[in-house]
T-cell receptor, first 114, second 114 residues
Framework: NAGVTQTPKFQVLKTGQSMTLQCAQDMNHEYMSWYRQDPGMGLRLIHYSVGAGITDQGEVPNGYNVSRSTTEDFPLRLLSAAPSQTSVYFC?????????????FGQGTRLTVV | GENVEQHPSTLSVQEGDSAVIKCTYSDSASNYFPWYKQELGKRPQLIIDIRSNVGEKKDQRIAVTLNKTAKHFSLHITETQPEDSAVYFCAASMSNFGNEKLTFGTGTRLTIIP
């Protein structure tokens, strides 16, 4: 099992560029989420999904889009990158069947917008 | 929405001593409280969690306590070791099935002094 895999690990963008952060999980988890981590602010929820075709906004959704066409993949799109989006991004997935509902995190993508 | 406050932001303890990190939450509907450990440059990893129908849970040197009335929960690490040095995050969610919407505290940097 690879768990939750994020690509790329590092990325530098120029202001105004767009890009997609990839997230894939092989645990057949229904629930997936995107968080950003900034110094001193913990992790904040950007968008989440409770299944294929279902997404919703989290605490800080502005400037990001998501889609969930398959159970395995949950890409995060930056439409027009801004320096304020410089951060470390984590994707997470969790089982939706009750019981053990631990959220597993990917290894993160460090994004710098210049 | 939910708000989680975490204290202290930094904590230094002598090796072998105990460490305590405290969190408070605002939404009485929250029913799941995980603690994550994050080493430098790595992903957050679950170390222990507790549900609202339990007051205390222990796993070897780590324990978590929950006071639903006061809406606070704490992480206790006994007999600290150098490998316990990391950033610890508490979180809260209203989890009936999965954990797609975790609200995190701002983190505690724990340093174990040899």
């Amino acid at each position: 099992n690879a768990g939750v895999t994020q690509t790329p690990k590092f990325q530098v963008l120029k202001t105004g560029q767009s890009m997609t952060l990839q997230c894939a999980q092989d645990m057949n988890h229904e629930y997936m989420s995107w968080y950003r981590q900034d110094p001193g602010m913990g992790l904040r929820l950007i968008h989440y999904s409770v299944g294929a075709g279902i997404t919703d906004q989290g605490e800080v959704p502005n400037g990001y889009n998501v889609s969930r066409s398959t159970t395995e993949d949950f890409p995060l799109r930056l439409l027009s990158a801004a320096p304020s989006q410089t951060s470390v991004y984590f994707c997470a997935s969790s089982y939706s069947g009750g019981g053990d509902t631990e959220a597993f995190f990917g290894q993160g993508t460090r994004l710098t917008v210049v | 929405g939910e708000n989680v406050e975490q204290h202290p932001s930094t904590l230094s303890v002598q090796e072998g001593d105990s460490a305590v990190i405290k969190c408070t939450y605002s939404d009485s509907a929250s029913n799941y409280f995980p603690w994550y450990k994050q080493e430098l440059g790595k992903r957050p990893q679950l170390i222990i969690d507790i549900r609202s129908n339990v007051g205390e849970k222990k796993d070897q040197r780590i324990a978590v306590t929950l006071n639903k009335t006061a809406k606070h929960f704490s992480l206790h690490i006994t007999e600290t070791q150098p490998e316990d040095s990391a950033v610890y995050f508490c979180a809260a969610s209203m989890s009936n099935f999965g954990n797609e919407k975790l609200t995190f505290g701002t983190g505690t940097r724990l340093t174990i002094i040899p």
